[in-house]
């Protein structure tokens, strides 16, 4: 993940709020901004530059990227034409994503733009589309790709498909985008369904920073962009403590951790052991941090898949490494159990392999 973004849509709001937003971003390090021309209705195109620019520059002033989403009918509807895009310029942009896109060429030329304009990509089709651009030389330090988001609760990608959109992608050194939305109420996109927002349909009803650790772990999403507005300034400023390139994973604990628990958990670097088992992933460097440490034992429970797992002063020089559970386990009394993923965020299980760095998120 290399930055983190936010969602204005002027034309539902006020520019004091919408300011706001931006200030409360800016502060916990966001760096891009996503808007939508495809629901603005009944402005010309000099409206459209006297509303928007003072806001272009806004975010501009506080450190942040703006790109607008559009499709040829849009554009036609500017009288923007697709090798003419000074209309951007004007806005004080600095990219457009073609939601819809032409015959591949096309997109290609765009790149080569003499306003220096990112040119983005939807990421969602999986049909060929961005390698057909590709094939015909672009500029590719102007080409980066986003997903869609989908308002209607059931329409959202299947991580199989989003998997192998981002595998086709990759293979081509683009950079990717993708969604989450909130699922509070009164959130608001660009239109007037308002079921949640997020590219993933399994991410609808999940936390914020769950739904981007997910996408994290994933390990092709270069940006994550927040879809719907407003997320609280805590939503912000979770997200904004998540380790970029990192997996992270963030447990519900089960018992007050004892110090040396608190320490091994939070305060040392983890990696999974080389030589995974099918059992548990491993992280071993502790027990040689925290040798002295004393950890009595507690909460010597059943192990369940997602359980993580500290042991205890029974385990003698094992004593202090941290297991993180991936297939049931009898109860053992020199393992203390200290928490356990969601279960919506077991998924996180799978990108446990070995030698991966992971951090252990509050």
């Given at each position: 993940?290399?930055r983190?973004g936010?969602?204005i849509?002027?034309?539902?709001?006020?520019?004091?709020?919408?300011?706001?937003?931006?200030?409360?971003a800016a502060k916990?390090?966001?760096?891009?901004?996503?808007?939508?021309?495809l629901?603005?209705?009944g402005?010309s195109?000099?409206?459209i530059?006297?509303?928007?620019?003072?806001?272009n520059?806004?975010?501009?002033?506080?450190g942040?990227e703006?790109?607008?989403d559009?499709?040829p009918p849009?554009?036609k509807?500017?009288g923007?034409?697709w090798?003419?895009l000074?209309?951007f310029?004007?806005?004080?942009a600095?990219?457009?994503?073609?939601?819809?896109?032409?015959?591949?060429?096309?997109?290609?030329?765009?790149?080569?733009?003499?306003?220096?304009?990112?040119?983005?990509?939807?990421?969602?089709?999986?049909?060929?589309y961005?390698?057909n651009?590709?094939?015909h030389?672009?500029?590719?330090s102007?080409l980066?790709?986003?997903h869609?988001?989908?308002?209607q609760?059931?329409?959202g990608?299947?991580?199989?498909?989003?998997?192998?959109?981002?595998?086709?992608?990759?293979?081509?050194?683009?950079?990717?985008?993708?969604f989450?939305?909130?699922?509070?109420p009164g959130t608001?996109?660009?239109?007037?369904?308002?079921?949640g927002?997020c590219t993933?349909?399994?991410?609808?009803?999940?936390?914020?920073?769950?739904?981007?650790?997910?996408l994290?772990?994933?390990?092709t999403?270069d940006?994550?962009?927040?879809?719907?507005?407003?997320?609280?300034?805590?939503e912000?400023?979770?997200?904004?403590k998540?380790?970029?390139g990192?997996l992270?994973l963030?447990p519900?604990?089960?018992?007050?951790?004892?110090?040396?628990?608190?320490?091994?958990?939070?305060e040392?670097?983890?990696?999974v052991r080389?030589?995974?088992?099918?059992y548990?992933?491993?992280?071993?460097?502790p027990?040689?941090?925290?040798?002295n440490?004393?950890i009595?034992?507690?909460?010597?429970?059943?192990?369940?898949?997602?359980?993580?797992?500290i042991l205890?002063?029974?385990?003698?020089?094992?004593k202090?490494?941290?297991?993180?559970?991936t297939?049931?386990?009898?109860?053992?009394?020199?393992?203390?159990?200290?928490?356990?993923?969601?279960?919506?965020?077991?998924?996180?299980?799978?990108?446990?392999?070995?030698?991966?760095?992971?951090v252990?998120?509050r």
């Amino acid at each position: 993940m290399a930055r983190l973004g936010i969602s204005i849509y002027p034309e539902h709001d006020s520019v004091e709020r919408i300011k706001q937003y931006i200030d409360d971003a800016a502060k916990f390090g966001f760096t891009r901004i996503f808007s939508c021309l495809l629901s603005v209705e009944g402005k010309s195109a000099d409206e459209i530059i006297a509303e928007f620019r003072p806001l272009n520059d806004y975010a501009h002033e506080r450190g942040m990227e703006i790109i607008y989403d559009v499709a040829p009918p849009v554009l036609k509807k500017l009288g923007v034409e697709w090798n003419n895009l000074q209309f951007f310029k004007d806005m004080h942009a600095d990219g457009i994503r073609l939601d819809e896109g032409y015959g591949g060429l096309t997109e290609a030329l765009m790149t080569c733009n003499p306003q220096g304009l990112i040119i983005e990509l939807n990421a969602s089709m999986g049909n060929g589309y961005i390698a057909n651009i590709c094939s015909h030389h672009p500029d590719v330090s102007h080409l980066v790709t986003c997903h869609n988001f989908y308002p209607q609760r059931y329409s959202g990608l299947s991580l199989e498909h989003f998997r192998k959109c981002n595998a086709d992608i990759k293979a081509l050194n683009l950079k990717i985008a993708a969604f989450i939305g909130s699922s509070r109420p009164g959130t608001f996109g660009p239109w007037p369904v308002n079921e949640g927002l997020c590219t993933l349909e399994d991410h609808r009803d999940l936390p914020l920073d769950a739904q981007a650790r997910l996408l994290i772990a994933e390990g092709t999403i270069d940006d994550i962009l927040i879809a719907n507005c407003y997320a609280t300034v805590e939503e912000l400023e979770a997200l904004s403590k998540l380790q970029p390139g990192v997996l992270n994973l963030k447990p519900i604990l089960e018992k007050e951790l004892q110090p040396g628990e608190y320490k091994v958990l939070y305060e040392h670097e983890h990696h999974v052991r080389g030589d995974i088992s099918a059992y548990a992933a491993r992280s071993s460097n502790p027990r040689v941090t925290y040798a002295n440490e004393t950890i009595k034992p507690e909460n010597c429970r059943e192990l369940k898949r997602g359980d993580f797992v500290i042991l205890n002063d029974g385990y003698g020089r094992y004593k202090g490494e941290l297991h993180i559970v991936t297939k049931d386990m009898p109860a053992d009394p020199r393992k203390n159990v200290i928490g356990h993923l969601p279960e919506e965020e077991l998924g996180l299980l799978e990108a446990l392999v070995p030698w991966r760095p992971f951090v252990i998120n509050r």
